[in-house]
């Protein structure tokens, strides 16, 4: 009886152990951060040229407009389309922020 009780739990234990998922990596996008005009909302335009809707609920990112940043997040799965252009606009959930090297365009 001892054997089976001991056996059922391996075969429980084993499957959900071997399941177990990934922990979750952070993205990293660097560039100039600037308002949307919204209290909420920002924008982050990336090395690559896309424009990032960037916002956060634990980082207030407003004292980093207008500077160069690295914004360490999550990139949603599905991205916004900007109106004015029709080019595709990721959103970006930041959950650190830190100064980078570089001037904003002004």
């Not at 951060?33 to 919204?38: A, N, V």
């Not at 909420?40 to 040229?49: A, N, P, R, S």
């Not at 407003?62 to 959103?91: C, E, F, I, R, W």
Request: a positive charge; proline letters at 7%.
């Amino acid at each position: 009886m001892r054997g089976s009780l001991s056996m059922l739990a391996i075969l429980i234990v084993a499957p959900a152990l071997a399941q177990s998922p990934n922990p979750k990596t952070h993205q990293t996008i660097s560039g100039c951060l600037t308002s949307t005009g919204s209290s909420h909302e920002y924008q982050l335009v990336d090395e690559k040229g896309v424009t990032n809707i960037v916002y956060s609920t634990t980082v207030h990112l407003n004292s980093y407009v207008g500077k160069s940043v690295s914004l360490v997040g999550d990139q949603s799965a599905t991205p916004s389309t900007d109106t004015g252009t029709a080019q595709p606009m990721p959103h970006f959930k930041v959950v650190k922020v830190q100064p980078a090297s570089g001037d904003c365009k002004k």
